[in-house]
């Protein structure tokens, strides 16, 4: 071999291996996520609904029902601090995503629906979100129901659009607030 077939040789590999690594996929730093849904009920005093009319009397009934509030959030760990999160997906239900840097290491979010109390902490140079879920209203007007499933969460990182689906939502019992 001679050395001009040497130097086409380094000049194609080197061309090559920088449009191989222009394609690359951004790495986003995400290492796992623990998705959990709460489900609080008001007090004791229900609230007062009003129910549609009984078949043949035009008057609507009012009867107690009670309410349960149920909210999405997610625990998130990372590699670095630079994702900004926007929203969420689960079927076609959009999220708002409002997140909170954990500081309290380790955190204890609650308990799981059997009992067992949940520890969270990420590994050592980590850091450890809390997303909170709030529901948007989609275009068809009503909100959709929350279920087991899995989310979609869509956010930034170094200004590219990124995406991670979390694992199924689990049950989460929160301790309780005084």
Known sequence: MDLKSNIKGLVLFILLSAGFSSCAQTRTGIVRSYAYYIERTPGNIPDFAIEAPVEGNK???????????????IYIETKNKLISWD???????PYLITA???????TQPGFAK??????????KGNFLWQLQLSP???????????THEKLTLKGRYLGKRISWKTGSLSDLIPFPSY
């Open 136 to 146: 948007l209203r989609p275009k068809g007007g009503r909100l959709l129901e929350i």
């Open 87 to 93: 929203t969420a997906w689960q079927k076609d239900q």
């Open 100 to 106: 909170f840097a954990v500081t309290d290491i380790p």
């Open 59 to 73: 008057d609507p009934r009012v009867s107690p029902v009670r309410k349960v509030d149920t909210s999405i959030v």
């Open 114 to 123: 059997e009992g067992e109390q949940i520890l969270l902490s990420p590994a």
